[in-house]
């Protein structure tokens, strides 16, 4: 998941081991260097207009570094909130032993698969914000920074005005965010006691919570209903739930925007056909494998270039166009985070293709058979 900028913090309540920030959150409108946003996934998220409000969990933390004695703690945040990670630090420190020292973590970092590994191995106690567990690990603290704001009346507008109505086909799949898991089970008794039937399912071993879905993984949504209700901001996750589950329709329910619509896929589709036509005569290809702990596809990667005399295998953390350039190659497969090839892919110098579109790609399947690329091992 992605956090989208974050401006302005003052603490809500004062107590000494529990503190609660208000974050105001701006407009954020981002636009592709060539003006258009057609096809580019990192675009279709909304404008922010409400204020959130972020548990940080400090009392959890303090009391992670007192059992382990710890004097080196380590912090991550998502990208969006690592502006935050200065004021956090600051509280810990007023209610935390004086010899413990914070460390900030500068690494990328866009979801529970992408821990700041070479920190985390350096610290007593390392603290990841914004994500659930991938994995359960002793050596790591998550704070999820549960959202407060209010599901119920995006939920009603949703089924006035997407979601078709119960006496017409009750069956309606729930599914939602890490922000928004703790009124989870609320919002099904909401749907229930309006007369629906909800289907929801744990999903796979990525996935921590029931009914939870993340960029890469939609495995929840693999339920017995037609249409799926999605509570959360933006589009980014709903579009991807679309493009995984086509023969679903999606209703997104958006209560940090206040906003309503139905998840589309066309326009990513278009994308990928015209990214594996670009492909098709690619002589030399470029398989990367991506070093991050919970993104490597070993097997694949090692499979594709077994099997192409002309494939070369190229590792990285951070897989970027800049870092790719130098490389003299007609086409690269991505076997890591799926989303920076459906959601990146125009920004390339080359042609940037999943597993999948590689077999089409190279003759091996139909393009016709082409689909969302989805990952589904833990780290």
Same mark, same amino acid.
């Given at each position: 998941?992605?956090?989208?900028?974050?401006?302005?913090?003052?603490?809500?309540?004062?107590?000494?081991?529990s503190?609660?920030?208000?974050?105001?959150?701006?407009?954020?409108?981002?636009v592709?260097?060539?003006?258009?946003?057609?096809g580019?996934?990192?675009?279709?998220g909304?404008? !922010?207009?409400?204020?959130?409000?972020?548990?940080?969990?400090?009392?959890?933390?303090v +009391?992670?570094?007192?059992?382990?004695?710890a004097?080196?703690?380590?912090?991550?945040?998502?990208?969006? !909130?690592?502006?935050?990670?200065?004021?956090? #630090?600051?509280?810990?420190? +007023?209610?935390?032993?004086?010899?413990?020292?914070f460390?900030?973590?500068g690494?990328?970092c866009?979801?529970?698969?992408?821990?700041?590994?070479?920190?985390?191995?350096?610290?007593?106690?390392?603290?990841?914000?914004?994500?659930?567990?991938?994995?359960?690990?002793?050596?790591?603290?998550?704070?999820?920074?549960?959202?407060? $704001?209010?599901?119920?009346?995006i939920?009603?507008?949703? !089924?006035?005005?997407?979601?078709?109505?119960?006496?017409?086909?009750?069956?309606?799949?729930?599914?939602?965010?890490?922000?928004?898991?703790?009124?989870?089970?609320?919002?099904?008794?909401?749907?229930?006691?309006?007369g629906?039937?909800?289907?929801t399912?744990?999903?796979?071993d990525?996935l921590?919570?029931?009914?939870?879905?993340?960029?890469?993984?939609?495995?929840? &949504?693999d339920?017995? #209903?037609?249409?799926? !209700?999605?509570?959360?901001?933006?589009?980014?996750?709903p579009?991807?739930?679309?493009?995984?589950?086509?023969?679903?329709?999606?209703v997104?329910?958006?209560?940090?925007?206040?906003?309503?619509?139905v998840?589309?896929?066309?326009?990513?589709?278009?994308?990928?056909? &015209?990214?594996?036509?670009? &492909?098709?005569? &690619?002589?030399?290809?470029?398989?990367?494998?991506?070093?991050?702990?919970g993104?490597?596809?070993?097997?694949?990667?090692?499979?594709? $270039?077994?099997?192409?005399?002309?494939?070369?295998?190229?590792?990285?953390d951070?897989?970027?166009?800049?870092?790719?350039?130098?490389?003299?190659?007609?086409a690269?497969v991505?076997t890591?985070?799926?989303?920076?090839?459906?959601d990146?892919?125009p920004?390339?110098?080359?042609?940037?293709?999943?597993?999948?579109?590689?077999?089409?790609?190279?003759?091996?399947?139909?393009?016709?058979?082409?689909?969302?690329?989805?990952?589904?091992?833990?780290?």
């Amino acid at each position: 998941m992605t956090f989208t900028n974050v401006v302005n913090i003052t603490n809500v309540s004062d107590g000494t081991r529990s503190r609660t920030r208000r974050l105001t959150v701006l407009p954020h409108n981002s636009v592709h260097m060539s003006g258009s946003t057609e096809g580019d996934l990192t675009k279709t998220g909304m404008a !922010l207009k409400h204020d959130r409000e972020w548990d940080y969990e400090l009392d959890r933390i303090v +009391e992670a570094i007192e059992e382990r004695d710890a004097s080196k703690v380590g912090l991550q945040f998502p990208e969006g !909130l690592k502006r935050r990670g200065p004021k956090v #630090a600051d509280d810990l420190r +007023e209610v935390a032993p004086d010899d413990v020292t914070f460390m900030l973590s500068g690494q990328p970092c866009y979801g529970a698969c992408d821990l700041d590994t070479y920190l985390m191995r350096r610290t007593d106690v390392f603290v990841h914000f914004g994500h659930t567990p991938m994995k359960e690990s002793d050596s790591i603290v998550y704070v999820p920074l549960f959202s407060n $704001v209010d599901p119920f009346p995006i939920m009603e507008d949703a !089924l006035a005005e997407e979601l078709t109505a119960p006496e017409e086909d009750a069956d309606v799949g729930l599914v939602t965010t890490a922000q928004h898991m703790n009124r989870f089970e609320e919002m099904t008794d909401w749907l229930e006691e309006r007369g629906y039937e909800v289907h929801t399912r744990r999903g796979d071993d990525r996935l921590t919570k029931e009914g939870q879905v993340l960029g890469c993984n939609y495995a929840s &949504a693999d339920i017995d #209903a037609e249409q799926v !209700l999605y509570v959360g901001g933006g589009k980014f996750h709903p579009v991807g739930l679309a493009m995984e589950h086509p023969d679903k329709r999606v209703v997104i329910a958006d209560p940090v925007n206040n906003a309503v619509s139905v998840a589309e896929h066309d326009q990513f589709l278009k994308q990928r056909y &015209a990214s594996v036509h670009k &492909a098709m005569g &690619a002589e030399k290809w470029g398989v990367i494998f991506c070093t991050k702990i919970g993104q490597g596809r070993w097997e694949t990667a090692q499979e594709i $270039v077994e099997n192409n005399e002309n494939a070369y295998l190229i590792t990285m953390d951070e897989v970027t166009p800049d870092r790719l350039r130098n490389f003299d190659m007609d086409a690269f497969v991505n076997t890591g985070c799926p989303r920076i090839t459906t959601d990146d892919g125009p920004r390339f110098h080359k042609p940037m293709l999943t597993p999948g579109e590689y077999e089409a790609a190279i003759g091996e399947k139909p393009l016709d058979s082409i689909e969302f690329d989805t990952f589904h091992d833990t780290w």
